[in-house]
């Protein structure tokens, strides 16, 4: 069984301020894990993925995320705010293997930049 | 950049009434999942098909619900018979590999 916990469903920071957005992960088997943003209106757009090469990985936008087994946890990180970063941000994790596996998502953070 | 399209937007229909959400994933990919989000909600994972035949569907994907990709660029869901539970985002998907990459929605509303 595979699950997702996204601890804090609202995070507010100051424009320049980190970001830290957290990914806790269920799995039983080896995962795959993503983080998507979601735009007011629009679909789910791939931020990044860590799909077993390099821990620590980095996606579009300034954003990263670091993959640590002992903690089960893929906490996704920007060093310095900016407005357009205001959105929700989701987490999803499946089983390793070729494609075709479902998602499983997180409920979800809202992020909003104070200027 | 090939994207995942979806029509329509917003697709408005009265209790029991059968609705069709069509999808056209990026060409050359093998994979094709629909999910919803009800309002507030996680994103829920609804159906995946690859080889042309449904490969894993979820509790909420009953027999009111059904997948077709009828020629070699669209995947469509329709829905038999809609509630109001129904009412919700779906979303299509498609990879060729692990990722999916996601269409902006079909906003249902059954009233």
């Known amino acids: 069984a595979q699950s997702v916990t996204q601890l804090g469903s609202h995070v507010s920071v100051s424009e320049g301020a980190l970001v830290l957005l957290r990914c806790n992960y269920s799995s039983s088997v080896p995962p795959y894990l993503f983080w998507y943003v979601q735009y007011p209106n629009q679909g789910l757009q791939l931020l990044l993925k860590?799909?077993?090469?390099?821990?620590l990985v980095k996606g579009i936008n300034g954003f990263e995320a670091e993959f640590k087994k002992s903690e089960t946890s893929f906490h996704l990180t920007k060093p310095s705010a900016h407005m357009s970063d205001a959105a929700e941000y989701f987490c999803a994790v499946t089983q390793r293997g070729p494609g075709g596996n479902q998602f499983y998502f997180g409920t979800g953070t809202s992020l909003t930049v104070i200027p | 950049e090939p994207e995942v399209t979806q029509t329509p937007s917003h697709q408005v229909t009265q209790m029991g009434q059968e609705v069709i959400l069509r999808c056209v994933p990026i060409?050359?990919?093998?994979?094709f999942y629909w999910y919803r989000q009800i309002l507030g909600q996680k994103v829920e994972f609804l159906v995946s098909?690859?080889?042309?035949?449904?490969?894993?569907k979820s509790e909420i994907f009953d027999d009111q619900f059904s997948v077709e990709r009828p020629d070699g660029s669209n995947f469509t869901l329709k829905i038999r018979s809609t509630k109001l539970e129904d009412s919700a985002m779906y979303f299509c998907?498609?990879?060729?590999?692990?990722?999916?990459?996601f269409g902006p929605g079909t906003r249902l509303t059954v009233l």
């Open positions: 060409s050359n990919h093998l994979y």
């Open positions: 098909f690859y080889n042309n035949e449904i490969s894993e």
């Open positions: 860590y799909t077993s090469a390099a821990t």
């Open positions: 998907a498609s990879g060729v590999t692990d990722t999916q990459y």
